[in-house]
């Protein structure tokens, strides 16, 4: 077993597909698929059911999902730690974000910027820490990251300087067998009789639904939280639940089963880039949060 194999399992989940996941790990599905097999090989089980283009995860696959999130996580921590007591990462942009890059869009400005500055004659590099948000919070509050992408509650305008880069609203979501999904929109009272699945509690959306749920008296109604959204909507596609997630992050070629049906009370969340507001970046990092401001940042008044 490797980091590598890891990470391709965490890729598989959190695109819903070998596809997706080797296209954002930049490798042919053929080899993403011979790194799996040689890990449910040396593990001596299956971690994933197969369906024609869909993946699913086993009941092995869910024991081991616990572990490889630990695990990518230490790991990542280690590797921020270590570029510290290293003069080699000028060029580089060690940045966290909540694991909505290809919702939103992230990956896309990465690439972007990469270009313009390849233009200038410089070579960027990402380092990518992708975690819930109060993991990554704390990796940008001690140190071992320059800039996250987060959800903005909690950041203290004091201590944080952040960018508005995208406005979502909550909907929720069923399969499409679920009588609710005929629905144009509908009250949060409407799920009273709905088995719910959300965020994990670590999760400023967690706080943001279980809120929501409280005021209509449906905090009971939650049977499972996890900490990716596409393992909660590959529960939803096999008829375990409902839940509440912001628009974007349904991928609906992944998971052509489910239906979004609006809130008529919305629930808007947003995404921000954020930074310390007392602390010293390379040159590098500076002129990406520029360049984040000046192209994407959104304007609410």
């Not at 090989?41 to 630990?70: I, P, T």
């Not at 580089?92 to 909505?100: A, F, K, L, N, Y």
């Not at 952040?162 to 499409?176: E, G, L, R, Y």
């Amino acid at each position: 077993m490797n980091f590598t194999q890891i990470s391709y399992f965490l890729a598989i989940l959190r695109t819903g597909t070998f596809t997706g996941a080797a296209d954002d790990s930049f490798i042919s599905q053929s080899s993403m698929s011979k790194q799996i097999k040689a890990l449910e090989d040396e593990l001596g089980v299956k971690l994933f059911k197969r369906e024609h283009s869909k993946v699913y995860l086993s009941e092995a696959g869910y024991e081991f999902f616990a572990f490889a999130e630990k695990a990518a996580s230490d790991r990542l921590d280690l590797e921020a730690s270590m570029k510290r007591f290293s003069s080699k990462h000028q060029g580089t942009i060690i940045i966290g974000s909540i694991p909505v890059v290809t919702a939103y869009g992230i990956s896309g400005m990465f690439a972007k910027f990469q270009v313009e500055m390849l233009k200038k004659g410089a070579n960027i590099n990402f380092d990518l820490y992708s975690e819930e948000q109060n993991t990554v919070f704390h990796a940008l509050k001690n140190n071992r990251i320059d800039l996250a992408f987060l959800r903005p509650p909690y950041l203290s305008k004091d201590l944080y300087e952040s960018i508005t880069v995208a406005v979502d609203d909550f909907v929720f979501i069923c399969h499409k067998d679920n009588p609710l999904s005929k629905a144009l929109s509908l009250d949060i009272k409407c799920l009273k009789n709905e088995r719910i699945i959300l965020l994990t509690p670590r999760s400023t959306l967690y706080q943001v639904c279980i809120a929501e749920l409280g005021r209509n008296g449906l905090k009971d109604n939650v049977v499972a939280t996890t900490g990716r959204h596409a393992v909660i909507l590959e529960m939803v596609s096999n008829k375990l639940g409902v839940t509440l997630l912001p628009r974007k992050l349904l991928n609906n070629a992944a998971f052509p089963n489910l239906r979004t049906v609006e809130l008529t009370s919305p629930i808007k969340t947003e995404l921000v880039l954020t930074k310390q507001k007392d602390k010293t970046f390379n040159p590098t990092t500076m002129k990406f949060w520029e360049f984040v401001k000046k192209n994407y940042e959104i304007n609410k008044t």
